[in-house]
């Protein structure tokens, strides 16, 4: 088992919809989450970072964590056509030096 | 353009080769890490090196080697290369060695054997 598990997807959704991405994990120990968006052919782009549990909002992105359930989500409200990427979600433990990535899910936003 | 800089973009080489990818940081920048991602493995973490020093190893196989100079740019070098080499190459950069705050990547560098 993998320790960070990601639906590859794709996930193909109309625009202005709401996506909902979601990672599990199984290692207890990660305290800090992270989500990154890769287009095709280009490096991941950092898109959000969260601590331990709780919603964190920016903009029209809101990433959630439930460390009881080792679950985390990111929100896409009013999505647009160029929301269309790979989404990749990333966790670390506390006193380490690497991130664990998730294989990422492939969304498409049709206008 | 996130600041960091990796060369070539593309390379294609036989098996058995050897070649050398190159990473400058981000301006400011101390760590650098090296990651590989393929198909089926997604994002795999091989190596980190803070300030000129090794700081951590991931899944990095005994072929490849890497290093950071004093001007902070790093390479990796693979060898021995076999066509399950293939992947694109990403090196990542953050100004602390444990960055809580995530990593900036450059854009990578596509191997492909043959």
């Known amino acids: 088992q993998k320790e960070v598990e990601q639906d590859p997807g794709p996930l193909s959704v109309p625009e202005g919809a709401i996506v909902s991405l979601n990672c599990t994990y199984s290692?207890?120990?990660?305290?800090?989450f992270m989500w990154y968006r890769q287009y095709s052919r280009k490096g991941p782009e950092l898109l959000m970072y969260?601590?331990?549990?709780g919603n964190k909002e920016d903009g029209r992105f809101t990433a959630q964590v439930d460390k009881s359930s080792k679950y985390i989500s990111l929100f896409i409200r009013d999505s647009q056509p160029s929301d269309s990427a790979t989404y990749l979600c990333a966790m670390s433990a506390s006193g380490t030096y690497k991130y664990i990535f998730g294989t990422g899910t492939r969304l498409k936003v049709l206008a | 353009d996130s600041g960091v800089t990796q060369t070539p973009k593309h390379l294609i080489t036989a098996t058995g080769q050897r070649v050398t990818l190159r990473c400058s940081p981000r301006s400011g920048d101390l760590s650098v890490y090296w990651y590989q991602q393929s198909l089926d493995q997604g994002l795999q973490f091989l190596i980190q090196?803070?300030?000129?020093?090794?700081?951590a190893k991931g899944n990095i196989l005994e072929r490849f080697s890497a290093q950071q100079f004093p001007d902070l740019h790093s390479e990796l070098n693979l060898s021995s290369l076999e066509l399950g080499d293939s992947a694109l190459y990403f090196c990542?950069?953050?100004?602390?060695?444990?960055?809580?705050?995530?990593?900036?990547f450059g854009s990578g560098t596509r191997l492909t054997v043959v």
């Open positions: 090196y803070y300030n000129g020093e090794e700081r």
């Open positions: 990542a950069s953050s100004v602390r060695a444990g960055s809580i705050y995530g990593y900036t």
């Open positions: 290692n207890s120990a990660f305290q800090y």
């Open positions: 969260t601590y331990s549990s």
